[in-house]
């Protein structure tokens, strides 16, 4: 039976759902306009009042916000509230490129855990269960959002934050964990770790693991629900718009729904800005209409994907968008031709091999090279030379026919790639451009 | 009657044949043969130990990836034309060799050892049986 947090959010009916967007986006625009001067300036100069949004469809009238308006506004420069009315800051990385720091009220917070507890419970989560929140804690979105999350569902909340894998693996056993909330790169290491010390997916305690904060495959989904004996789920969200959460994965496991009561989500072409129809591959932009101390508008996530309201088996009526192929920030252009790590990880994983592969790009002579580097298995070795070859030329020959241009293929010792316990380092790019 | 050889995948970078020694060396396993084939990518080890079992047990507690495979060790003497007059055999019984390698063993009787590699060690020995030739045990490899 599927379970709702808010079902009469999740499930309400389309039009429903579009005068409460469109009631909030309203309140928003005049919201941003008497207290954000720097998106104030953006309207004017683009000729927008707050009076000439006054449904959802008025949407495309607004100008976008970026990474660049993130940077350039540092720190302040799109807070909402006052300070005195803020309780929170999170931040990002800042790995690529300068770190973003999100404020948030107590009314932000609340309606970004409800967002987390809304995934939590599409996993199958109750107040029976015991939610294991490996994400790290602290600036990161991740440990806190799912935290708060549990906490709304009721949960048992097991705040290891990430790290110290045999710990994790103790105290998934000791207190019969449920339910696993890392990146997915963590768990498909923590699925690792279990079978080394003998655990068959029987044997484990985990039957859910809400799983986000990187791109990864279906195939990689595949292997971890095998090892581990779980099912997983996907989750998606950005330091920009709360955290976690934006969007969560339901039983049909086919894409991720929108919690579009608090983010309005359009997909553009990323070249003219132009709004694409629904089905339409595209960047992702979203509207968070219902936060109150970082308000953004139209934001331009990088992320490309793709929309869809076909009526999903879990009844959610929430617009669903596909797994993302992988930031812009993610995407690699090789010889010309875009590379997403995750097509790599897709051809890896469909010839057997695990998720343990690190992807180097170079300059050589003007030419750009890429090198797959990928661990060696004891499913992929044998004592035969010939044998050995031959799947690593079944796995090149897999990797052109998927990106279109020629990889090298390296064969690394086993462990020889730093397991990650956050967000895994997949690129190392040494081009100097 | 076959024996027991353990491959060890070996990355292709400085050090890492090194790595495989220096395990062999802290748990005092004594490698009686070994042979390497190489490719421009990787390599592998082919190691034969008096325990096969534990020794390939411990190369993958050092993150080796490590297979046993069965392999025929014939005994030939040690003078020219012996390994000759032993593919004979081998050729009459259309045994086909993916590989093999020598086995030196400890000087015992002018002997001298082989180790090979066919598609099917089960087939070929019911073909090599009876034909004079002396295949090693497990057991005849500690004590030669």
Redesign the interface.
Known sequence: MERYYQKEIECAPLEELRSIQTEKLKKQVQHVWDNVPYYRKKMEEKGVKPEDIQSVDDLGKLPFLSKKDLRDAYPYGLLGKPLKDCVRIQSTSGTTGKRVVAFYTQHDIDLWEDCCARAITAAGGTDEDVCQVSYGYGLFTGGPGLNGGSHKVGCLTIPTSSGNTDRQIMFINDLSATILCCTPSYAAYLAERFKELGYGPNDISLKAGIFGAEAWSEEMRADIEKTLGIKAYDIYGLTELSGPGVAFECSAQGGMHINEDHFIAEIIDPDTEEVLPEGSQGELVFTAIDKEAFPMIRYRTRDICKLSREKCSCGRTLIKMAKPMGRSDDMLIIRGVNVFPSQIETVLLNNGYAANYQIVVDRVNNTDTLDVQVEMTPEMFTDNVGEVEEHQKKLSEGLKSMLGIKAKVSLLAPKSIARSEGKAVRVIDKRKI | MSIK?I?V????KPG?LKKLTSVMAKNNIDMRATSL???K??G?A?IIVDDALDAVNTLKEN???A?L?SVLAIEIPDEAGGLDKLLDVFADAQVNI?YMYAFPGRGVNNHAYMIF?VADTKAAEAKLVGKGLKILTQEDIANI
């Open positions: 050889q491959s995948f070996l990355e292709n890492t084939a190489e490719t990518d990787f592998i082919r993150d080796f990836v297979s495979t993916e590699r």
